[in-house]
């Protein structure tokens, strides 16, 4: 996971300070490591146990920003954070019923851990109960990618050829 948040984050840096004026973008931020209380919190917002890539991932860093979506830290759950405009669009997802028509079970519990600055894609920590093995849901703007781990959604950052992720569960 290490090398993976690094290369993320390299790559990023590369493509702010390679822009004509830099600053285009959002400039590329990490965060320090979740604490462990917080990690248990976010669980339990969550309603469901973190994967072992994302809570790794928490442990690195408490989300990054800077990115096509921000990923999203215990941090941001506290009032005023990203974790509002992550809400907004989950709300928006479950009440369009986008997520049973790509296979997501009814009552699947959907906790984003990812939206984008405009609130039109995001991506989901979902829990089927061991009907898929698929645990992300990336969706909005007409896609549907489904991730089996969190460290497949870094790679898929990295080099979108890195992994083939479905789209749907069916």
């Known amino acids: 996971m290490r090398e993976l948040v690094g290369r993320v984050v390299s790559d990023r840096v590369r493509e702010y300070f390679s822009e004509s004026p830099v ?4 400039q590329p931020v990490i ?5 462990a209380e917080a990690l248990a919190a976010l669980e339990r917002r969550s309603a469901q146990p973190l994967e072992a890539g994302y809570r790794e991932f928490l442990l690195l860093t408490d989300g990054m920003e800077g990115f096509s979506v921000v990923l ?3 941090h941001d759950w506290e009032p005023g954070g990203a974790g509002e405009a992550a809400e907004e669009f989950r709300r928006a997802v479950v009440e369009s019923g986008t997520p049973e028509d ?7 519990p959907l906790f984003p851990v990812a939206v984008n600055l ?3 894609q995001g991506i989901f920590l979902i829990d089927t109960a061991g009907l898929a093995k698929e645990r992300f849901w990336w969706t909005g703007e007409g896609d549907s990618l489904f991730f089996s781990g969190f460290a497949d959604i870094l ?3 990295i080099d979108v050829d890195s ?3 479905r789209e749907t569960l069916d």
């Open 23 to 26: 600053g285009i973008t959002p």
């Open 31 to 35: 965060h320090p490591p979740a604490e």
């Open 72 to 74: 999203l830290g215990c």
């Open 102 to 108: 790509v296979g997501i079970p009814p009552g699947t």
């Open 118 to 120: 405009d609130r039109s």
């Open 155 to 157: 790679g898929y950052l």
């Open 163 to 165: 992994c083939d992720p």
